[in-house]
């Protein structure tokens, strides 16, 4: 059975600092690993996606890598805003059973002015 | 692209009380279609998905069952809420493997 762990489960930082969330899995056979912000009473805003062939991706401040051998992928948040303040999910599909997305429990994130 | 349409963003329910949650996606067809639950403190989990009309798959036993009337339609219900049945529902949606999944923004259920 697949678990996504993520850590630390919450991160509170000044502006302007580059951080990195961290996020691993115990079954390396996934399609893809997805990382997801929401804001409080939210839903869920999907950020990046990465491939099981990719090893990483880019958007803006955000850069996510992936190292599927090791079951590990991280989140890089370059610049920290406030308004980048949410909590960040990832999350995988396994190859094994349905195409069903397993998240992590999530770290919260606050960036202080 | 997607649009996920979820109503009502907030409910307060007496136990033992119906339940009826009402999801429609725009800007796709034929979508997987799912029902994940937030408890508080808790990660997402993944109640029912859907990958056509009238196909429900179920991942957890639980007071809940779920119907997708239409391609773009998915409801959730209940006949007897119980108190556990508190959090927030979001509904999704999915195409192709390879792509993100896109959420509604969440119904806020409190079963008193």
């Known amino acids: 059975k697949q678990e996504v762990t993520q850590i630390p489960a919450a991160l509170s930082v000044p502006e302007g600092e580059n951080l990195v969330l961290n996020c691993s899995f115990t079954?390396?056979?996934?399609?893809?690993l997805q990382w997801f912000r929401q804001d409080p009473g939210k839903g869920l805003t999907s950020l990046l996606l990465?491939?099981?062939?990719?090893r990483e991706q880019t958007s803006g401040r955000l850069n996510a890598s992936l190292d599927k051998s090791s079951g590990r992928s991280t989140l890089y948040i370059a610049a920290s805003q406030p308004g980048d303040s949410a909590t960040y999910l990832c999350?995988?599909?396994?190859?094994?059973?349905?195409?069903?997305?397993?998240f992590g429990t999530g770290t919260r994130l606050l960036v202080s002015p | 692209s997607q649009t996920i349409h979820q109503w009502p963003a907030t409910l307060v329910q007496p136990v033992g009380s119906p339940l009826s949650l009402e999801c429609t996606v725009e800007?796709?067809?034929?979508?997987?279609l799912y029902w994940y639950r937030q408890a508080a403190g808790r990660g997402l989990q993944l109640l029912f998905y859907?990958?056509?009309?009238?196909?429900i798959s179920s991942e957890v036993p639980q007071n809940l069952s779920a119907s997708r009337p239409q391609d773009r339609q998915f409801i959730l219900s209940s006949k007897k809420l119980l108190l556990s049945d508190s959090g927030f529902y979001l509904c999704?949606?999915?195409?192709?493997?390879?792509?993100?999944?896109?959420f509604g923004n969440g119904t806020r259920l409190t079963v008193t």
């Open positions: 800007g796709t067809s034929n979508p997987n």
């Open positions: 999704a949606s999915g195409r192709e493997i390879n792509s993100p999944l896109h």
């Open positions: 079954d390396s056979a996934i399609y893809n």
């Open positions: 999350a995988v599909i396994s190859q094994t059973g349905f195409q069903k997305l397993v």
């Open positions: 859907s990958i056509g009309i009238g196909q």
């Open positions: 990465i491939q099981s062939s990719q």
